[in-house]
Antibody
């Protein structure tokens, strides 16, 4: 069974940092790109960042560019999101998702499956 | 950034009836469009990719159509488990999502 399990969320003050992790199982991790997608409470979905299969290409939403860094460790089947200079508007449930594409090596595609998410709350 | 606009925001339909949800892109995304279903407290689930290809395990009552800038998700005969929020997403460029359509019981 393909499974994605996020961890690392919590409450942090504005300006603080947090590192999210996503543990993948049930598939060949380094065959796929991966992404982080967030959902603010009661709101819709927002793609945050993506990375291709070997970490050679990454992408970020304008809202997080320069503050967040995505990375992966294929030996550990794990995806990470380092979040710095956090703001109140970063408060959301952060989902890890497998990116699927007909083009090998790209960062983006459709997302399947998704993890249940880890909640990040930025508040003073 | 490609802006995705879904309509209507809320759709009220009776069980057994057909539901038609729309998604419009601000510029052409070819057929690089996916649809997701999200129920309260759950992660989104992929329904359709490539604008019209059903994902594994998705019932045949779900169908997608369109290309370019206009897309449609049709649910042919609504079951009780289909009432949820539906999102479209383009992946022709950096991914963007529509704001969602809430499908509620009439």
């Amino acid at each position: 069974e393909v499974q994605l399990v996020e961890s690392g969320g919590g409450v942090v003050r504005p300006g603080g940092s947090l590192r999210l992790s996503c543990a993948a199982s049930g598939f060949t991790f380094d065959d796929y790109g991966m992404s982080w997608v967030r959902q603010a409470p009661g709101k819709g979905l927002e793609w945050v960042s993506g990375i291709n299969w070997n970490g050679g290409s990454t992408g970020y939403a304008d809202s997080v560019k320069g503050r967040f860094t995505i990375s992966r460790d294929n030996a550990k089947n794990s995806l990470y999101l380092q979040m710095n200079s956090l703001r109140a508007e970063d408060t959301a449930l952060y989902h890890c998702a497998r990116s699927v594409s007909t083009i090998f090596g790209v960062v983006w595609g459709w997302f399947d499956p998704w993890g249940q998410g880890t909640l990040v709350t930025v508040s003073s | 950034e490609i802006v995705m606009t879904q309509s209507p925001a809320t759709l009220s339909v009776s069980p057994g009836e057909r539901a038609t949800l729309s998604c419009r892109a601000s510029q052409s995304v070819s057929s690089n469009l996916a649809w997701y279903q999200q129920k309260p407290g759950q992660a989104p689930r992929l329904l359709i990719y490539g604008a019209s290809t059903r994902a594994t395990g998705i019932p045949a009552r779900f169908s997608g159509s369109g290309s370019g800038t206009e897309f449609t998700l049709t649910i042919s005969s609504l079951q009780s488990e289909d009432f949820a929020v539906y999102y479209c997403q383009q992946y022709n460029n950096w991914p963007t999502f529509g704001q969602g359509t809430k499908l509620e019981i009439k």
